[in-house]
């Protein structure tokens, strides 16, 4: 495994990860910037986490520092954190860990869960606010019948 040393400005010290975890900072950094373009955003409070490759039982994700919002997140700022959403490299930002809750139960039991989106859209909130959640009788909703999880609210 190749190590890089890459630069966090708010730490003023290099830190150590392999070529791969940089590789997922890039390209998670790149996700939320999208996000934030499409407008799929609520402030600070929601999460698009992804997991960090590479062998080894320990489990390592990325996520967005809480407090910043999407368009402020960098390769540099993302936070790593384990299952439980304990940082698990020095960091200056904090990791709102009740965000994390539904992304460690999907990435903790869903291998192939790599990552993991979630965001309250205006269009999201109506539709989980519908007893009867999502609808499967048009060619949209049709695409995910079968496929969306539901959890109480936490």
């Known amino acids: ?3 890089t040393m890459q630069e966090n400005p708010r730490l003023g010290a290099p830190i150590p990860m392999s070529d ?3 590789q997922a900072r890039v390209q998670l950094a790149a996700c939320y910037r999208v996000f934030d373009q499409m407008g799929w955003v609520e402030t600070i409070f929601n999460h698009i986490t992804l997991r960090v490759p590479g062998p080894g039982p320990e489990k390592v994700f990325l996520i967005n520092p809480f407090g910043l919002m999407y368009h402020e997140v960098t ?3 993302l936070v790593a954190v384990d299952i439980d959403g304990r940082p698990v490299r020095p960091t200056a930002h ?3 860990r009740a965000g994390f809750v539904t992304h460690s139960a999907i990435h903790g039991h869903v291998d192939a869960a790599h990552c993991v989106m979630h965001t309250h859209t205006t269009t999201g909130m109506a539709v989980a606010c519908l007893e009867q959640g999502l609808s499967h009788d048009s060619f949209y909703g049709a ?3 079968g496929k969306v999880a539901y959890h109480e609210f936490e």
């Open 1 to 3: 495994m190749s190590l």
């Open 20 to 22: 791969a975890e940089w």
């Open 75 to 77: 390769a540099s700022n």
């Open 94 to 96: 904090a990791v709102n």
């Open 143 to 145: 695409q995910l019948h």
